[in-house]
């Protein structure tokens, strides 16, 4: 894909801020194609974004309630 190509695709695909959080927040099964491409996009663009999106997804499986797992 030339180079063009992949930065008009970047600016169709912009997200703003607000929205990239709430889409990186969201549990990734419900997610929409195009919301997971939009997604998808954004975090490839910026190294930082890909280990962020990591963190997040680590941060929310500790989280989840587990089988025999009572708490306090």
Request: with cysteine; charged share 30%.
């Amino acid at each position: 894909m030339p180079a063009s190509r992949r930065r008009a695709l970047r600016l169709q695909l912009a997200l703003s801020p607000k929205r990239l959080a709430g889409l990186l927040l969201s549990e990734p099964g419900p997610l929409t194609d195009a919301q997971r491409e939009r997604l998808d996009a954004a975090i490839a663009d910026c190294g930082e974004m890909t280990m962020l999106s990591g963190l997040v997804r680590d941060f929310a499986a500790l989280l989840d309630p587990k089988d025999g797992n009572d708490g306090c």
